[in-house]
Structure formats: C-alpha cells, structure tokens
T-cell receptor, first 111, second 114 residues
C-alpha cells in the first residue's frame, strides 16, 4: 500500500514558472526523500530532509517538512522543459530499510 | 547514469510461469532493494538485501523471493506468475541498510504477464 499521496496528481506549467507539489504521509518518519522519474524509467534521488529539519535547499529545489501535519512540499523554481517528469516522495516510516513511496505528481513543463 | 544495471530490459511471460530478474549494484554498495511499480503508481517495496541477508520485506507473498551474491549483485525470483505481477521492477543499491542512505536506482525491468 502507498504511504501517502502527492498533490496535485498532474501539473502543467510553462518554462520559467515555479512548480509546487505536496506530499502527505500517514505514519511517523525518520526522514522524507523526493525522487524524480522520467518516462517510467529508474528513479533519481533529489533531496532528503530529516524529521528534525523544517526546510532544505538544493539548487533550484526547496523542500519543506511539517511533521505535525505529516506533510512535505517540493518547490522547483524557474522550471525547465528538462524538469518534465514524475515526482515522488518517499518515507521510511520508522523502519530502517523500507522506503514507502507516494502516488506521484506528473509535471509537464512546456516551452 | 547510476551504475546500477538490470537485466533483462523487457520480459513477457505467461501466467503460472516463473521469472528471474537480475540487478548489479553500484561499485562499493552492499545493499540492494527491490521495488514493484504498477502503471500509474508509486514503487512498492518488495524486500532488501544487506550483505547477503534479507533486511526487511514488504507486503508481498512468499512466491516473491530473492538472493544476494558475494559480489552484492542480486536476483528477484517470482514463481507462479499472475496477471497482476505485470509491472516495472526496480532495484536500488545503497551503501548500507539504513533508510537515510541514498538509494541509486537501475532503469528497471518491464515484466508483462499474459
């Protein structure tokens, strides 16, 4: 079963705009990660935020985490066509080895 | 490129057959995790192998089994295939059996069960 859900399910924006996607999860976590997947291929790790962190930046990415609301958001600034992909959040659910992924947000960036 | 390879790329089987999928981990990694991703869904954790021992298992029946070899490559075996086993199977390698370790994913094996 999926741990959480991403919102929206699909997002279409123009190049240069910002894209925000949200993730909600159900159980307590040690950390939350965001991954990107291009066209049903392998996933690429983007960023990890620990449960005691509230915000983290990496290049054009900004991730926030609110453990009281069991939610996270991923902001991609100044989006590019190459950002077109599906984005997933993943939590560890407190278990050492298991990552539980959400349902994903499909992002389309048009020129 | 993550350095994680999977074979084969695509596979077609019929219901009731058995299948073996293979994964070569990134150099220096001792942990391999397997995931099943149905169309339009997020990946679901099948199991993880850390230094040749199973280190956690998801909600999959026993007909899903695995192995990890001394070189840390891994196999996923599925017996008595069912139509619902049609999915993209992803393996990911990491440097330790901890959730904080970054997992590096391979390109996946697309399995179709007819």
């Amino acid at each position: 079963s999926q741990q959480g859900e991403e919102d929206p399910q699909a997002l279409s924006i123009q190049e240069g705009e910002n894209a925000t996607m949200n993730c909600s999860y159900k159980t307590s976590i040690n950390n939350l990660q965001w991954y990107r997947q291009n066209s049903g291929r392998g996933l690429v790790h983007l960023i990890l935020i620990r449960s005691n962190e509230r915000e983290k930046h990496s290049g054009r990415l900004r991730v926030t985490l609110d453990t009281s609301k069991k939610s996270s958001s991923l902001l991609i600034t100044a989006s590019r066509a190459a950002d077109t992909a599906s984005y997933f959040c993943a939590t560890d659910g407190g278990t050492a080895s298991k990552l539980t992924f959400g349902t994903g947000t499909r992002l389309q960036v048009t020129l | 490129e993550t350095g994680v390879t999977q074979s084969p790329t695509h596979l077609i089987k019929t219901r009731g057959q058995q299948v073996t999928l293979r994964c070569s981990s990134q150099s220096g990694h001792n942990t391999v995790s397997w995931y099943q991703q149905a169309l339009g869904q997020g990946p679901q954790f099948i199991f993880q192998y850390y230094r040749e021992e199973e280190n956690g298992r998801g909600n999959f029946p026993p007909r899903f089994s695995g192995l990890q070899f001394p070189n840390y490559s891994s196999e996923l075996n599925v017996n008595a295939l069912e139509l619902d086993d049609s999915a993209l199977y992803l393996c990911a390698s990491s440097s330790g059996g901890r959730s904080t370790d970054t997992q590096y994913f391979g390109p996946g094996t697309r399995l179709t069960v007819l």
